[in-house]
C-alpha cells in the first residue's frame, strides 16, 4: 500500500507540508525556518521525553527490587510524581555559594544541556526524519561528547568547593578514560559500513552489527555506561558515598540541568546503539518479505529498539553495585583499551580480505562469517585471560586494595580474623544493591 | 556569510587576546576554549565539516582538559591573579607586525582579493566532492603514492610524545616507598606466624579437652 | 555541506533557549532570602577549613595525557576507517603498523607503572 505513495505517512516526510507553510519566503529562508521548526521538535521531544523517563526508571527499579515504587501522585500508577518533582525543583532558591565563580558556576548548566541536546542533529528516526546526514555523523556525535566533558570541570571549579573539585577531576579522569574505548570501538561499524553517516550505517546493515562484532557492541555499551555516568559507573554522583561529587552546589533547576542532561544523553546513547547495532529505523524483516517499509512503521520499529536498550541500562543499574574507581580504570586501562586494540586490529585485517570485490550475497555471508567468528575467539580469548589473571591475583588483592584504601602501613593483626581470606573485598563498592553473596 | 564570519572571527580573536592578557589563569583557559570553538566554527564555515569536528574532540576535548590540569598542578588555582605583563613587548609586536605583513602577501599571491572580478577566490567544489572528501583523506593517509610515510611517521612521533611525557609526569617511586613496601611484608610475615602458632593452639585444644571430659 | 553546518550553527544558537527556559521560570518563582550560613561552602555540615584547594594528583594529568595520544590515533583512523571500500592491500598493512605503534605506546606505559592509580 506504500509503494510509490505520496501519503505522508508512509514516508514522514514532513518537508514539503512544511515548505508549503512558507509560500512567500525564498528558498533560502523556508529552509531555515524548517530548520528551526525541526530543532524546536526534536529538543521539546527530547525534554519532554525525559519526565517520562524518570517515572520509568524509578518504577522498572522498583519492580526489580520487589516494590511498586510511586503510586501516589496522579493516579495508581504515580504519573504525575515527575511532574511534581519538577515543580518542587522550580520553586528552590538559588543558593550561589560563597566566592564562586559565577561565569564558570552558571555555563556550566546551560552547556551541558546543549552539548546533550546537540547530538540529536544527526540521530536518523526514520529514513527521512534526520535533523542533517552530516557525512561525518559518527565523528560529530564524538566530538560532541567531548566537550561535554568540559562542563563538569566548569562545574567543580565554579563552586569554590574543595569536594566538588575533587568530585570534578575524579569525574573528568573517568570520562575522559572510557573515551578511548568508546571511541577505538565505534571505528568497527565504520569499516563494515564503509561510511560515518548514521543513516548510511543503518542502511549498510544486512543483518544487524550487534550480530556480526558483538564485542564491539559489548565494549560500546560498557563505554557508555561510563560516559554517561550510570551504574556500575556511578560514583561521580553516588549520593550515598560523595554527596552528590560535583554539583553538589547547585539547587534547584540548575540541579535538574544536570540530571536532565544525564538522561537525554542516556537516551541518545541508547538510540545510537539502537541505530549502530539493531538497525535503527529499519525493520529486517518486513523488508525481507513484503517490500519497503512505511515510514510510520520505522518510526515505530525505532522508538522500540531505543525503548529497548534503555530498559537494559534500567536493568543494569537495577542489578550492579557501583565499582570503586580505581577498579574502574583498572578495568578500562587494563583490560578494555587493549581488548579494543585487539579488536580493531583483527576487524582491519579481516575485513581486508574482503576489500575490493563485488558485493554478492556469498560474499556478505562470508564476510559476516569471518567477523563473527573473530569476534567470538577475541572475547573468548579476553574472557579466559581475565579469568586466569583474577585467579593469579586471588588472595592477594584484598591486602592491595587494603593498602589502596588506607595508603599506610597496616598496623597490627589482620582485623578481620584468620578464617576470613578472600571475603575481604565483599562490601567494598556495594551500596544500594543487595550484595550476592556467593 | 560575511556577518557570520566577522562576528566569529571577533570572537576568537577577543578570546586569543584575553587567553594571553587576562589575569585570572582559570578564565583565561576559558578564553583558550571559546577562541578554539571559533576556529572549529571557522573551519565549518570552510566546508570542512570533519576538520571542525577534530577541532572540537582534539582540542576542546583533550588538549584544554590537558591545559586546566597542568594549571592546577603547579599553581594554586583559587587565588590566582597574575599580572600579565611581558617586559618585552615591544620585540612581541615588531615580530607580529612582520608575520601578518608575511601572511598577507602569501595569501595574496594565491588569492587575489579584488572583489569585482569574476572568479576571485578559487570556485566552490561541487558537493559530491566535498561529502567524499574525508574519504578521499582517508585513502591519501595510506595510499603508497601519497602520504603514507608522513601518517607512520606521525605515528612514531605520537608513540615518542606519550614515552616521553610518561618519563618527565611519572610520580618518582621514593625510596622511603620501598622501605615502607619492605616493612609491610615483615608486618605480613609476622602476622602469618601468630597465625600459625593460633592454628596450633586451637588444633592443641580438642586434643587437651578430651581427657578432661571423660 | 554548507546547509548541513547551517542546520548546526541554528542548532547551537537555538539550544541555549531550552535548559534558559526553566531556569528563568525558577528565578521568577523562587524566594530570594541569601544569608551567610546558607551560601557558605558545603563541607559536610561544618565550617569549611582551609582554603578551597586541593592536593593535584599527578595520576589525573597522565590520564588526561594517555587519552589526548589515542584521541589523535582515532581522528587518523577516522578517514581510513570510512574509504576501507577503496584501500590497497598495503593500505591495511600501513593501518596495522600504525595500530600497533600505538599498543606499543600504551604497552610501555602499563609496563612502567603509569597506569595505577595510587
Redesign the interface.
Known sequence: MCVDSENVLCTLDFGPILRSLFPNASPALA??LV??IS??TV??FC?LIVIFLIWLERKVIARMQDRIGPNRVGGRFGLGQTVAD?AK???????????A?K??YNIA??LI??TA??MW?VMPFTANMV??????GL??I???S??S??CL??AG?G?????A??GA?RS??QL??Y??PM??SL?VP??LA???SLNGIAEAQVIPYLFVVPVSALIFYISALAETGRTPFDLLEAESEI?AGFH??YG???F??FF?AEFVSTLFMSALFATIYLGGYRFMIWEALIGPTPAILELVMFFVKMFAVYFVFIWVRATFPRVR??QM??FN??FL??LV?VL??ST??V??LF??QDETSAWHFWRIVAHLGFNLLIGSGALIWARRNAAARGVAKP?ESM??QA?A???G??PHG?DDHGHHDDHHGQTAAVPAHD | MQIVFIIVSAVTLFAGIQTVSNRNL??AA?YM?LSFLGVAVLYGMLES??MA??Q??VY???I??LV?FAIMMTRR??QATEPAFNSQWQWGGVASMLLFVLFVTVISQVFVVNPNVQGAFFPPAADEAI?NS?VDLGVSFVSADQYVLAFELASVLLLVALVGAIIVARPDVPDNEME?AV??EV??SA?ME??LV??EAAEEEPTEAVPGGH | ML??L???G???A???I???A??I???I??????N?I???????GIE?VGD???Q??V??YI??L??VV??VE?VF??PI?????Q???FA?GA??LF??L??DG?AYA?AKGA?E??
Open positions: 529552509e531555515a530548520d528551526i530543532i524546536i529538543s521539546t525534554l519538577v525543583l522550580l520553586t528552590k532558591e538559588f543558593v550561589t555559594p560563597y566566592g565563580d561565569a564558570a548548566p546551560f544541556v546543549m541536546l546537540l542533529a535533523g542533517v546526514d552530516l557525512n561525518i565523528f560529530y564524538l566530538s560532541i567531548s566537550v566533558v568540559v570541570l566548569l571549579w563552586s569554590n568547593n574543595k569536594y573539585l575533587l577531576f573528568v579522569a575522559v578514560s573515551e578511548v571511541v577505538i571505528l565504520i569499516i564503509r561510511t560515518m554527596v553538589v552546589e534547584g533547576m540548575k535538574g540541568m536532565l574507581i580505581d580504570l583498572n586501562w587494563k583499551v587493549p586494540l580493531i586490529l582491519a585485517l575485513d581486508g576489500v575490493g591486602e593498602r589502596v595508603g602501613l597496616v598496623e593483626a589482620d584468620h | 582559570f578564565h576559558l576554549m565539516a570533519f569536528a577534530t572540537l574532540l576542546i576535548g583533550a584544554s582538559i586546566i588555582l583559587m561529502r574525508v615502607e616493612v609491610v608486618v605480613e602476622e601468630a597465625e593460633e592454628v | 546547509s548541513d547551517q542546520y548546526i541554528l542548532f547551537l537555538l539550544s541555549p531550552f535548559p534558559a526553566p531556569i521560570i525558577q528565578w518563582l523562587s524566594p530570594k532570602k541569601p551567610a546558607k551560601n557558605s561552602t558545603y563541607e559536610c569549611a578551597s584547594w586541593v593535584f594528583k595520576q589525573y590520564y588526561a594517555i587519552f589515542f584521541d582515532a583512523l577516522f576507517a570510512a574509504a576501507y571500500g584501500l590497497s592491500l591495511i593501518t596495522a595500530i600497533i600505538l599498543a600504551l602499563w597506569l592509580w595510587i
